[in-house]
Each structure stands twice: as structure tokens, then as C-alpha cells.
């Protein structure tokens, strides 16, 4: 058990996100690593501070396999410190730069594994809202969970604008865009969102780069919103296998309607019918 922070000592930064740093830390007692992610406050600190505290009460009552688990919440005037399982890996992110492409029998592992989390998380009536290769991590065993609730929240009562808006924009679903066309007011629409998300990361795993608009575009908000609201043609990528563009396709169905549940998902041949095998090298 951690009970202070000045148990913990910094090793090095594993990490910088929009809103603080991740560092390696040593139990001085007991010698365990784990990652202690610092949000600072500064000035003009609500949003910040609000969203600091949303975290830290959703990651109190997550407990999964499929998740990133969260050990001690310190929260002071300044800053707001969350002690985490460390990855040893890093992020699906940091594989990719790596990597550059991953196999269809490794992202049909990683994919089995975010299906499973978000699983668990919807029974839990947790949104992530959030997921991008930056937020998936990999520990020393090569096991993908899900991380970083910052943005995600729990489903109650009415939306508030801003707030759908603000995680990542180019893994964000069509009817987060345009709730008015895609009929995206009615909540059920908010765990299809984290099933688009997942499309997208499975997709950019297996080309190498951010799927939904052409390489070297510089993506501006516009041609986007654009690519992620209308663009008809999905490029699937030469070589993949009809189970792979089957599962891409259920997962980025414009109309979250029509589009694949988790449950649904966790069945289809790409995920179910091979072994769980993540080696990334
Ligand atoms: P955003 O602020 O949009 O979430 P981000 O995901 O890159 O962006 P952070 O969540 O702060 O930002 O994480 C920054 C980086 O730190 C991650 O990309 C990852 O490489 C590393 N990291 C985060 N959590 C851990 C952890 N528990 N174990 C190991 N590395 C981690
Ligand atoms: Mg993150």
C-alpha cells in the first residue's frame, strides 16, 4: 500500500500527455515500480481540475484485467497524483513508431484485449471516450489494457456540449460530430463511440498510419470532419484477410445504429477464432 507520496521516488519521465507528465517511480519500502501520473494546476484550472477528479473517482471502482490499475489517488492544491500499474512497454503508440505495422494475428490479440475492457467498463456504465493507440498500453507480457479516463466519464443524466468534445478528435466517432444527422443524442450512442475508436486504432495498426485520410495530408479540422463524417471508401489494406476488412467495417459504421456492439464483436471471426497470441518483438 502507498500511503504518501513521499514514498514514492521519481526515476525518470515515462511520458508527457496534454495535461502532465508520467513518471517512474520506486516504492521506497517495498522497491515495486509503478507509473505516477502528475496533473498540475496552475491558473484558470477548473476544467482541468474537474476533469482530474473525474478520473480519480472512476478509477477507484474499476478492477479488470483488461485495465490499467490504479493503486493511490493524492490529491493537493496544486496538483492531482495517480499511482498506476506500471507498463513496461509503453503505449500501442510507442509499438507503432517501433514497428511501423503490426500483424493481423497481433492486432486481432490487441483488439480481443480493448473488446474485453470495454466490456467491462460498459457493464460498469463507464464511457472511455477516449481510446487511441496512446491510451492502450502493454505491460512486459505483452498484455494490452486500457488506460487514461481523463476525458472518459460515467454515463448519467444529459450530455453537456463541451464536454463531448473533448477527446481526441481524429478517433472520434461520426455522431460526436453531428448528433443532430447521426441521431447521436440518445446515450446508447456513447458506447458506440469507443467502438468506432477501436476501428480506427485497428485499422492504423495493420497500414502503418492514421487510416481515414490519405498520408502526407496535413490534416486540418475541416478535412477531418469531413473524412470521419463522409468519406465513403474505406482503404483496407492490400494484403488483409476478408475477417479483418469484415470487423474494421462493423466498427466504423457511420450510423452508430447499424454498427457492431462489443458483444457482437467479441464473437466475430477476426477476434474469436484464433489464439490469443501478442508478441510484439
Ligand atoms: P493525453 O493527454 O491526450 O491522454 P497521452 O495519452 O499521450 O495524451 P498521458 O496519458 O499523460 O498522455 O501519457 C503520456 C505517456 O506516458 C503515454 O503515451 C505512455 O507512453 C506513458 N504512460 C502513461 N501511463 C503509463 C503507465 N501506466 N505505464 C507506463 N507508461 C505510461
Ligand atoms: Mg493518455
Known sequence: VINDLSDLQKLSVLGHGNSGTVYKVRHRRTSSIF?????????????????????????????????VRCHAVFDSDDDICFAMEHMERGS??????????????????VARRVLQGLQYLHRMKIVHRDIKPSNLL???????????????????????????FMGTCAYMSPERFDPEKWGGDHNADEFAGDVWSLGVVVLECLKGHYPLIGVGEKPD????????????????????????????????????????????LLDHPFVSRREILIDFG
Not at 505495422?101 to 486481432?108: P, R
Not at 502493454?138 to 463531448?164: L, T
Not at 474494421?248 to 457482437?264: F, M, P, Q, S, Y
Request: charged content about 30%; aromatic content about 6%; hydrophobic content about 40%.
Open 138 to 164: 502493454i505491460n512486459a507480457k505483452g498484455h494490452v489494457k486500457i488506460a487514461d479516463f481523463g476525458v472518459s466519464r460515467v454515463v448519467v443524466g444529459k450530455h453537456d456540449s463541451c464536454d463531448r
Open 92 to 109: 500501442l503508440q510507442d509499438v507503432l513508431l517501433l514497428h511501423k505495422v503490426l500483424s493481423e494475428e497481433v492486432i486481432s490479440g
Open 221 to 264: 479540422w475541416a478535412a477531418l470532419v469531413c473524412a470521419i463524417c463522409f468519406g465513403e471508401k474505406l482503404e483496407m489494406p492490400e494484403n488483409s484477410s476478408p475477417e479483418f476488412r469484415s470487423f474494421v467495417r462493423r466498427c466504423l459504421e457511420k450510423d452508430w445504429r447499424n454498427r457492431g456492439t462489443i458483444n457482437e
Open 35 to 67: 507509473a505516477l501520473k502528475v496533473l498540475r494546476f496552475d491558473h484558470n484550472t477548473t476544467t482541468v481540475r474537474q476533469q482530474a477528479v473525474r478520473e480519480a473517482e472512476i478509477l477507484k471502482r474499476v478492477d479488470s484485467p483488461y485495465i
